[in-house]
């Protein structure tokens, strides 16, 4: 099936008729998400009804190349939205009706509204990360940054580096064919230096780096460690982590020891699920507020 990219990513919410929003989050392993109380404890605060369910597609025996089929359901049981993750952000795609323009150049989408028009896919996840990175680093020197994992996270935090200014940009991933891909898609739509690096090579590049982004699971409780020598860092780099579950991984712990600036991965969580929230209820929710609530929900898992 193909689809409409549209002009304009924010699409009307329509009409309530009095009942709450129905949010649900499709992918795998997404039983421990800290995003539907997120969602729900912001929707209180703002006096709206939310409901907000998971729906891991391991835990019902639903093969990932159904999430056509998930969507069909969801929208016939009257949900408003989805929020899409792992393995669904590319897989979703050709069962749109439409995509922003941001989602269509990534070739993904976390976020799907379900509109009079059909079903609307976009992507918070980039703008999370841009938002989060203008909001706390906004005068970090951006004329060289490492990118660490060429994922989708990588994906979505290289385009949002770019977007930022950032001159030239090193896609470093333990796949080369795949930081080859992310670099060459980057450079033709971004018109940037950016270049595929391996694994090896971040000893001579995190030195010499103005930033270093981490886009990979490692330092996750489930991952614990760093994807790289620490004692590479010097206090001129910021770092940059997506993980957020610790909020104190043991990279962002070693550069701040090394006297760098550092971003933690709750500061993309929240502003893309800002961005989710704002699509799906038209309301713009108060990001310190689910900031604070984010953490306060790390710490008591």
């Known amino acids: 099936m193909s689809h409409a990219v549209i002009d304009d990513p924010l699409v009307p919410t329509p009409a ?3 009942r709450p929003y129905l949010v649900g989050l499709v992918g795998t392993g997404v039983g421990p998400s800290l995003t539907p109380p997120l969602h729900m404890a ?3 605060e703002l006096g709206l009804g939310y409901v907000y369910r998971t729906i891991d597609l391991a835990d019902r025996g639903i093969a990932p190349d159904r999430v056509g089929e998930v969507l069909r359901w969801a929208r016939d049981l009257g949900f408003d939205a989805l929020n899409v993750t792992h393995p669904c952000k590319q897989l979703v795609l ?5 995509v922003a323009p941001l989602a269509a150049a990534l070739g993904a989408v976390n976020t799907v509204l ?3 028009d059909g079903s609307v896919g976009h992507n918070t996840d980039t703008t999370g ?4 990175l203008r909001s706390e680093l906004d005068d970090a020197p951006r004329g060289h940054v490492v990118l660490v994992g060429a994922g989708g ?5 290289a385009d949002a580096l770019l977007r930022c200014g950032t001159e030239r940009l090193t896609v470093v991933d333990v796949d080369p064919g795949r930081a080859r891909d992310l670099a060459g898609s980057l450079q033709g739509r971004h018109h940037r230096e950016v270049r595929p690096a391996a694994t090896a090579d971040l000893a001579d590049l995190v030195p010499a780096a103005d930033g270093v982004v981490h ?3 490692t330092g996750m409780a489930e991952h614990p460690g760093t994807a790289f020598a620490v004692d590479l ?5 910021w770092v940059a982590d997506v993980v957020y579950r610790p909020l104190k991984t043991a990279l962002l712990t070693a550069a701040r020891a090394a006297g760098c600036r550092t971003l933690d991965g709750g500061h993309m969580a929240v502003h893309q699920a800002v961005g989710a929230f704002e699509l799906i209820t038209g309301r713009r929710p108060d990001t310190a507020r689910m900031l604070a609530h984010l953490r306060a929900l790390v710490r008591a898992v």
């Open 233 to 237: 860092l010097r206090p001129a780099t």
């Open 114 to 116: 379900f509109t009079a």
């Open 153 to 157: 996270a990588g994906a979505a935090v």
């Open 215 to 217: 886009c990979t699971p």
């Open 42 to 44: 912001e929707a209180a």
């Open 16 to 18: 309530r008729g009095g």
């Open 129 to 132: 990360f841009e938002a989060a």
């Open 94 to 98: 050709p069962h749109l009706d439409a």
